[in-house]
């Protein structure tokens, strides 16, 4: 694939307690296989759909062990450097400087000025996603925010993105796009969500069908969040791994209801 632009989704990771626990689940439900981990880099193993490499996984790491398993979103840069700099001129924290990975690339990790963590990636022999809206891959994300202000000053500054907000009184919902395709959403937070979730980027999975997914991640000792419901985007389901870590499982070829307009 060719080089993601800035602000383009381009790859996601996590880190376990149990990483051949968190292997077999997302084996089972999304059809993963692995490559062996790299001792060099702390066990980081890439997992694959189709022999196309759609994620990774990692086993957590010392020090860590307070830090919840959460799956970690990485938006392309150029320029790390830079993107750093932008980071906190708009309010944001880095919380992790950049930082070379072998001859893969360079990686930041941030926080909005409303809290929402998110990582950058600046590419070397790794470009990201080698497949993407397919069984198995990442397709969508939502900075899902407490501060959907913030949030809306935040990333279209430090990305450049154009923002819409979906006309719809019953959510506060913004599609931030590069100019063609959307690349991400933004999600109010509502009371609804218990108080100790933390602001987040939700990330979706492709699945073929979505209650058979949810289906599957109760059997194997997950939790669902939310869901399955309908959608104009497709049916769609917000779980959580035995682990934890929570993330959203979508059929795209399922849709339900009119697409909204943009404002």
């Not at 296989?33 to 702390?42: D, H, I, L, N």
Request: net charge negative; hydrophobic share 45%.
């Amino acid at each position: 694939m060719p080089a993601y632009p800035l602000g383009a989704p381009c790859w996601v990771d996590a880190m376990f307690p149990d990483l051949d626990a968190a292997k077999s689940f997302y084996s089972e439900l999304l059809g993963w296989t692995y490559a062996e981990g790299s001792a060099e880099f702390g066990g980081y193993t890439q997992a694959f759909a189709d022999g196309k490499a759609v994620a990774a996984v990692v086993p957590q790491m010392p020090g860590m062990e307070e830090q919840p398993p959460a799956w970690s979103l990485y938006l392309a840069t150029p320029d790390i450097e830079a993107t750093a700099e932008q980071v906190k001129a708009h309010g944001g924290t880095v919380a992790m400087d950049p930082m070379q990975v072998g001859e893969f690339g360079s990686m930041l990790v941030a926080q909005d000025p409303g809290g929402v963590f998110f990582s950058a990636w600046q590419p070397g022999a790794h470009q990201g996603f080698e497949k993407v809206n397919e069984p198995g891959a990442f397709c969508w994300a939502e900075v899902t925010t407490r501060a959907p202000d913030a949030a809306d000053a935040f990333f279209p500054a430090v990305f450049g993105y154009n923002a819409q907000k979906i006309p719809d009184p019953a959510i506060d919902f913004m599609v931030w796009d590069l100019g063609e395709e959307p690349v991400l959403g933004r999600f109010k937070m509502t009371d609804e969500f218990p108080p100790e979730i933390p602001s987040h980027i939700n990330i979706y999975f492709v699945v073929p069908d979505c209650d058979a997914a949810v289906d599957t991640v109760r059997r194997l000792g997950g939790q669902v969040h939310l869901g399955p419901m309908g959608s104009p985007f497709g049916r769609f389901a917000t779980v959580a791994d035995p682990q934890g870590a929570s993330f959203s499982v979508i059929d795209v070829t399922t849709m339900e209801g009119e697409m909204p307009e943009m404002g």
